[in-house]
């Protein structure tokens, strides 16, 4: 909700772990991060003079952690493949 405006209901397990500082000024700390699936047409709006948009997993987007990429991809795929395998 912070990031995006949107508000989804959370999967139950998380999506990554990471002993990470988000700025070089603050200690590291334990983060999780959670996935939600939402409609990509919902309307974004999240904080000020961060504006978020939707970016397709085969674009390379900046991040301060680009290792994060390779594990969004990764996640995604699993998840799209599980529920493919509901689906039927």
Sequence with gaps: MEETGLLGELLSVPAAVAVRSFRADWTPTLS???GA???RDAPLGGEKG???K???LDE???SVFP???DRIR???RRLAA???VEAR
């Design 54 to 56: 939707w970016v397709d």
């Design 82 to 84: 599980e529920h493919a």
């Design 50 to 52: 961060q504006p978020p």
């Design 32 to 34: 999780l991060s959670y």
């Design 60 to 62: 390379s987007w900046e």
């Design 74 to 76: 990764a996640y995604v």
């Design 67 to 69: 290792e994060d990429r």
């Design 37 to 39: 699936v939402i409609n």
